[in-house]
């Protein structure tokens, strides 16, 4: 079943011909799938969780994208000096909170992060938005707790950090501090695999650094970061896009005979990697 939807085509095509190079500091539980979901996408990537280069990795990069998995004080420092970079740049930065409510050294290394950073978007499921927002709950590590937050709450987080929240699970919702836009699509496949969700946040970088990336389209103009209102609209597209190329995995999953999480994992990178041809 071949992918058409108008929506992911427009963000399959930036992200090829501006061919964005995204520096990941991400989880090294899911590392090799968010670099092959990113090379998959078109764009390319770079992985550099040292303070030594941290910062220079990312003035080569054109997005950067922090992931807290697995934290540590060395990847704090280096996510600060990556982070600072990429907002001296204009560059689009973009944090996955993961386990945010786990531990109190999580709380405050994003605490830290979200004061001394601006971020262009956070992505992370309502549990991890809860956290941020200072609400205790009984965590269940990484995964969702069942925490269900009123769209006006969220706004505020946006608007306190002057962002857009991309919240994942069940419905997604694309909150900024003007708007609200939700989204029904995806599959509970996703839940049931280690790094749907870093996939989805490096997919993010992508898609948001081949709209700011000058483009290569006589026309076209490229997305700013001041643009929030327009970013809102591409972090919603992207999410819609990646929830139904998830969705379309499971189908053509169930066409084949062919079961089970790991198929469901390789199928979904395949889908992406031929969604812009």
Do not use: W
Not at 122 to 131: F, H, V
């Amino acid at each position: 079943m071949p992918f058409s939807s108008v929506k992911g085509t427009a963000i399959f095509r930036k992200i090829h011909n501006t061919q964005p190079l995204i520096h990941l500091i991400t989880n090294p539980v899911t590392m090799n799938d968010v670099v092959n979901l990113v090379l998959a996408s078109g764009a390319a990537a770079i992985c550099a969780d040292s303070p030594l280069e941290a910062a220079e990795i990312s003035e080569l990069a054109d997005a950067t994208v922090l992931n807290i998995g697995m934290p540590s004080e060395s990847k704090l420092e280096a996510m600060l000096a990556a982070g600072k970079k990429a907002n001296a740049l204009g560059h689009p930065l973009i944090l996955d909170p993961v386990g945010a409510g786990a531990s109190e050294f999580r709380r405050r290394i994003l605490q830290t992060l979200l004061e001394n950073l601006h971020l262009t978007c956070i992505r992370g499921n309502q549990s991890e938005m809860a956290a941020l927002l200072g609400m205790s709950y009984p965590s269940r590590g990484v995964e969702e707790a069942g925490i269900c937050l009123e769209p006006a709450l969220l706004q505020k987080l946006a608007e306190r950090y002057d962002t857009v929240l991309a919240v994942t699970g069940d419905t997604d919702i694309t909150v900024s501090k003007d708007q609200v836009l939700v989204s029904h699509t995806g599959t509970p496949l996703q839940k049931r695999i280690t790094g749907s969700g870093c996939m989805l946040s490096a997919f993010l970088g992508a898609a948001l650094a081949g709209s700011m990336t000058p483009p290569a389209i006589p026309g076209e103009r490229a997305l700013r970061l001041t643009d929030t209102a327009e970013i809102a609209s591409l972090v919603h597209k992207t999410v819609e896009v990646y929830s139904s190329l998830a969705s379309q995995a499971e189908a053509e999953m169930e066409a084949s005979s062919r079961h089970g999480t790991m198929e469901f994992r390789s199928r979904l990178i395949d889908i992406v990697s031929t969604a812009g041809l």
